[in-house]
């Protein structure tokens, strides 16, 4: 089992940049694929980036490609999300999760942090 934790979130101004960090507990966390998701107002929860466990292969949704940079540091226990050139429909909840699969769906992944608020002005 993994427990995490979001932090990094913030309020920006579009073409901005913000990193996120997701620090887990356990000694197990380099034996799960990882991955962030984010829910906006009204949204379903939406895949972002994922990354294997070695960290040595990286997935994009099309919306953050050539924006965003997921990376990992298996002897910190954490996961990161480098945000850049920011737009307000990227405003939301960014949760990172642990999961078995190398999947963009939310329900294969098993563990979640309780999220962490990314708000764009325009």
């Known amino acids: 089992q993994v427990q995490m934790v979001e932090s990094g979130g913030g309020l920006v101004q579009a073409g901005g940049s913000l990193r996120l960090s997701c620090a887990a507990s356990?000694?197990?966390?380099?034996?799960?694929?990882m991955g962030w998701f984010r829910q906006a107002p009204g949204k379903a929860r939406e895949f972002v980036a994922g990354?294997?466990?070695?960290?040595?292969?990286?997935y994009y949704a099309d919306s953050v490609k050539g924006r965003f940079t997921i990376s990992r540091d298996n002897a910190k226990n954490t996961m990161y999300l480098q945000m850049n050139r920011l737009k307000p429909e990227d405003t939301g909840v960014y949760y990172c999760?642990?999961?078995?699969?190398?999947?963009?769906?939310?329900?294969?992944?098993?563990?979640w942090g309780q999220g962490t608020q990314v708000t764009v002005s325009s």
């Open positions: 356990g000694r197990t966390f380099s034996s799960y694929f």
């Open positions: 999760a642990a999961g078995n699969y190398t999947s963009s769906a939310s329900h294969h992944y098993d563990y």
């Open positions: 990354i294997s466990w070695s960290g040595g292969r990286t």
